[in-house]
């Protein structure tokens, strides 16, 4: 497999006729390419089911973490909260194998090392952690999801507090917090508090709202690269190479884009009704 490619896809929503488009695109080989999600595999596209039967039968040649999408979809399964009028489940929701592809999704962790300096997370790095610090946080949070009694962790994941992160936070005030840094995150207010409410494209955002990848990181090494997705406003663009936004926006009717991770080159299709 020494020849193969590692590709990293932006959300994909559902969408699954973007997806195969994409990979037909970049030529992608399941016998020897790996392909890489950062989140938000399911929700507003055409076909979340098809998406993910499809994802699930690569096998090793696939791997994701979990976006704020993908967590809510557990939700629903366990009736702890409803569809969104947004989404687009009900054939998912239906499905005679749903509860095999959610213990397959459960599997998943919200942040995963890709290579020696690659890390995916859904939503970004929150600036006060170093990526072993967010992968440990990650792991505290898998842990309780693959549980047998997981579905306690998600009737108490949803909420904005608390809005500052605490080394000695400890039970559901600290796994809501490393959810929402991992699956939720865009701006920090004006006190470094995470805030849920602005989405726009930082050009747009109220004075002293900050991008949290501009927001300095001094635990974070030179040569670690961050992929992430969440964030269709913009458009990619970071302004900073350390920091790469996947989420192009492709279920707005913009574009579904991957990055090779050899040669960074990012190839995309445009949205297809």
């Known amino acids: 497999m020494s020849d193969g490619q590692t590709w990293v896809v932006g959300d994909i929503q559902g969408c699954y006729d973007g997806l195969?488009?994409?990979?037909?695109?970049?030529?992608?080989?399941?016998?020897?390419?790996?392909l890489v999600a950062v989140g938000d595999l399911v929700a507003r596209?055409?076909?979340?089911?098809?998406?993910?039967?499809?994802l699930k039968g690569l096998g090793n040649s696939f791997t994701t973490v979990l976006g704020n999408h993908d967590l809510h979809l557990l939700s629903v399964v366990h009736r702890i909260k409803k569809v969104k009028?947004?989404?687009?489940?009900?054939?998912?929701?239906?499905?005679?194998?749903l509860s095999d592809l959610v213990d397959w999704?459960?599997?998943?962790?919200?942040?995963?090392?890709?290579?020696?300096?690659?890390?995916?997370?859904?939503?970004?790095?929150?600036?006060?952690?170093?990526?072993?610090?967010?992968?440990?946080?990650?792991?505290?949070?898998?842990?309780?999801?693959?549980?047998?009694?997981?579905?306690?962790?998600?009737?108490?994941?949803?909420?904005?507090?608390?809005?500052?992160?605490?080394?000695?936070?400890?039970?559901?005030?600290r796994l809501r917090f490393i959810i929402n840094a991992c699956t939720r995150?865009?701006?920090?207010?004006?006190?470094?508090?995470?805030?849920?409410?602005v989405k726009t494209h930082p050009d747009s955002a109220p004075r002293d709202f900050t991008p949290w990848f501009k927001v300095k990181n001094h635990k974070l090494a030179k040569d670690q690269k961050i992929l992430f997705g969440h964030w269709a406003a913009l458009h990619g663009e970071t302004g900073k190479k350390q920091f790469c936004g996947l989420d192009t926006g492709y279920v707005w009717g913009q574009s579904l884009s991957a990055i090779n991770l050899s040669s960074e080159k990012i190839t995309s299709v445009l949205f297809s009704s």
């Open 85 to 97: 009028k947004s989404d687009n489940l009900s054939n998912l929701l239906e499905a005679s194998d």
């Open 185 to 197: 995150m865009r701006f920090l207010a004006p006190q470094g508090q995470l805030d849920f409410e």
């Open 20 to 34: 195969c488009r994409l990979l037909d695109k970049i030529k992608f080989e399941p016998h020897k390419d790996q």
């Open 45 to 54: 596209g055409e076909d979340s089911l098809a998406t993910l039967r499809f």
């Open 105 to 173: 999704m459960r599997g998943f962790g919200l942040a995963k090392a890709i290579s020696d300096n690659h890390t995916i997370v859904h939503a970004g790095l929150y600036p006060q952690w170093s990526v072993s610090e967010l992968l440990q946080f990650s792991d505290e949070v898998s842990s309780v999801l693959q549980a047998n009694d997981y579905p306690n962790l998600l009737e108490q994941m949803y909420g904005n507090g608390p809005r500052y992160w605490d080394d000695d936070l400890k039970g559901i005030d």
